[in-house]
């Protein structure tokens, strides 16, 4: 049992986050299927043939926003994980992880829903906001020992 409540709320909205992350995978594996738009020639000649062994701007929206995600989420389990460590709020720390993770499914559906400019852009500045800020206290609470 964990019992660091901290960490066990981090854990909470970290595993919402992979969680989310598997969503964002599978519905880019659905609109492959969709769009017969496969990456692997094997694929293609399994649903088809090689025609489908092709590009397309569909799927390849759905793939930045996985790799989106990847490129913002585990930076974010990292920092969260050394962030509960070192003794912050309760409350405090869960707005950063509310905010973390509402602003990144925000990010996804406006990446996914082709939402008009900035929706996408203001999502993940918002995402940034609860990073950067678990980066300092972390830096803060560490400074004494470097």
Known sequence: MIRNDVFSCFAFYAVLLVLKMYVVA????????????????????????????????????????????????????????????????????????LVFLGARAMHSVAYLGALPAPTRSLAYVVAQVPCVSMALQILAAVAAYA
């Open 26 to 97: 599978v519905i880019t594996g659905q609109v492959r299927l969709r769009k017969k738009a496969f990456a692997n020639p094997e694929d293609a000649l399994r649903h088809g043939g090689l025609q489908f062994h092709r590009l397309d701007p569909d799927v390849e929206r759905c793939r930045r926003a996985h790799r989106n995600d990847m490129e913002n989420i585990f930076p974010f389990l990292f920092l969260g994980a050394v962030y509960s460590m070192t003794g912050p709020s309760l409350a405090v720390a869960r707005l950063h992880f």
